[in-house]
């Protein structure tokens, strides 16, 4: 079975507060690739990062980082010292290269308070 | 980077016409576009996979003859709502996927069925 859970339906936080979104993923593959997207208000989806199986290193990108954890299938996202402008839905999402299909988690919506 | 243009942004039509949404790849060659639908306030549901030049593979649930997928070239895919009801109302999104792509998104397409 293949399934991206997002256990976090909304966070609320205050601007400057540093915040971590967790994203578990289920797959029998063992080539997959794991993202992380963000939706504003206005609807598109934002690319923020792509991860192959294979690839466990952290990654930082100016305030945002993630911790990729095999052993724990969790592909996790923090955003230190948020500011208003995060406020948004946060997607994870799985894409197995067997069956090739892409998998969605169910989001989690942050709130940024100044 | 990798953009991937989908129009219409929005469209309005009467129950019982068709509508086709386009996605285009503008700098890749997609060799799997996906489609997806997305209820307000919900994740992204994968509705068909499409492959250039093959049948989609749709997901269960989904409707092959009311769903048209095309996928005739590496850079166009095409949805085609067929006969659309008010229940088929919702924001439609694809995505492309090529070598070294990290799975861009459209913009998406609001439909709106009267």
């Known amino acids: 079975a293949q399934k991206v859970t997002q256990a976090q339906t909304e966070i609320s936080v205050v601007e400057k507060e540093d915040v971590t979104l967790d994203c578990v993923y289920e797959?029998?593959?063992?080539?997959?690739?794991l993202f992380w997207y963000k939706q504003p208000p206005s609807g598109e989806l934002v690319f923020l990062i792509r991860?192959?199986?294979?690839?466990?290193q952290n990654e930082i990108s100016g305030r945002y980082s993630w911790n990729f954890q095999k052993s724990t299938s969790s592909f996790n996202f923090t955003i230190t010292a948020s500011q208003v402008v995060d406020s948004a839905v946060y997607f994870c999402?799985?894409?197995?290269?067997?069956?090739?299909?892409?998998?969605f988690g169910a989001g989690t919506r942050l709130f940024v308070k100044a | 980077g990798a953009v991937v243009s989908q129009h219409p942004s929005w469209v309005i039509c009467k129950s019982g016409t068709s509508v086709k949404i386009e996605c285009r790849s503008l700098?890749?060659?997609?060799?799997?576009m996906f489609w997806y639908r997305q209820f307000p306030k919900q994740s992204l549901m994968l509705m068909a996979t499409?492959?250039?030049?093959?049948?989609?593979?749709?997901e269960q649930g989904v409707e092959k003859d009311k769903f048209l997928i095309n996928h005739a070239s590496l850079t166009l895919s095409t949805l085609t709502v067929t006969s659309a009801h008010p229940e088929d109302s919702s924001f439609y999104i694809c995505?492309?996927?090529?070598?070294?792509?990290?799975?861009?998104f459209g913009n998406g397409t609001r439909l709106t069925v009267t």
């Open positions: 999402a799985l894409l197995n290269t067997g069956g090739f299909k892409t998998i």
């Open positions: 797959t029998r593959d063992t080539t997959y690739y």
């Open positions: 991860r192959n199986s294979f690839d466990e």
């Open positions: 700098d890749f060659q997609a060799t799997t």
């Open positions: 499409s492959n250039e030049g093959s049948k989609a593979t749709y």
């Open positions: 995505s492309g996927w090529g070598e070294n792509s990290p799975l861009h």
